[in-house]
């Protein structure tokens, strides 16, 4: 069975901000990169919407 997954470069970050990831996937007992993965699909989401608003007041 194929995977429709992929692998993207890595990310880098300081390491108080890898530390807020870490506390908060622990909170919500999922590893960083879910929330990662969270975290871009809401905001990519969002800004999609905001298009499809913009495009539909023309």
Not at 25 to 46: C, F, G, H, P, T
Request: cysteine-free; overall charge positive; glycine content about 0%.
């Amino acid at each position: 069975m194929k995977q429709d997954r992929t692998t993207l470069p890595a990310v880098r970050v300081d390491m108080a901000f890898k530390q807020r990831l870490a506390v908060y996937a622990e909170s919500q007992e999922r590893d960083v990169s879910w929330v990662i993965r969270k975290a871009i699909k809401e905001y990519l989401d969002r800004r999609e919407e905001r298009s499809i608003e913009q495009d539909l007041d023309r």
